[in-house]
């Protein structure tokens, strides 16, 4: 069975039409927290990311920041496999995030430095960033869930994959790299 992480700001139309995709294609559903609790609200079945990896810390900061949810993503080579295993951790096939709204804060004149650190993601860019890498199919915006659909839809065609995890990994790390410019250039302005 493979397995999916959802973690999105936005609990909205795309994400619950992402995870009734992944439960019809029998698919095991992972989430953050308050996606959790957005997806069982909707009929959806996903476990919460903390049944795995412990509660969270750190006023909920520290959830997907784990050691065992990275190496679901990062695990590379047959050794890699064995040794998630070895150490009763399963492979993550796909990661979804929609990162938390700094740049909507960055440029709003009256927001404060606590309210751009309270909207700075550190989770959301860790999770694309070891799904590109560890050539996952890395989902950074609504707007590529037709695409992966369609995929699917096809059976999922190990011909195409590559182009698609790629595809999708860039723009991934684009988008990761936009937000933390845009954090960047948020505290350079200060200074």
Do not use: C
């Not at 990062?74 to 890699?80: F, S």
């Not at 999770?127 to 995929?151: F, H, M, N, T, Y």
């Not at 860039?170 to 948020?186: G, Q």
Request: net charge negative.
């Amino acid at each position: 069975m493979s397995t999916a992480l959802l973690s999105s700001y936005k609990k909205d139309e795309p994400l619950k039409r992402l995870a009734h995709l992944l439960v019809e294609l029998n698919w095991e559903i992972l989430a953050s927290a308050g996606t959790t609790k957005y997806l069982k609200e909707s009929g959806i079945a996903a476990t919460d990311i903390a049944d795995l990896v412990g509660p969270p810390i750190l006023g909920h900061r520290v959830v997907t920041l784990s050691r065992e949810i990275h190496a679901g993503l990062l695990a590379a080579t047959p050794e890699d496999y064995k040794e998630l295993s070895r150490l009763h951790i399963n492979p993550i096939d796909l990661v979804y995030v929609v990162l938390y709204p700094l740049e909507e804060a960055a440029t709003d004149p009256k927001a404060t430095a606590e309210e751009i650190i309270e909207k700075t993601d550190i989770g959301g860019p860790a999770l694309l960033i070891s799904a590109a890498k560890g050539q996952r199919v890395a989902l950074s915006s609504p707007d590529q869930i037709q695409i992966l659909e369609s995929w699917l839809k096809k059976g999922a065609p190990e011909s195409e994959r590559r182009t698609l995890v790629e595809k999708f990994a860039a723009e991934a790390i684009r988008r990761v790299a936009d937000y933390e410019d845009t954090s960047a250039k948020y505290w350079e302005q200060r200074t």
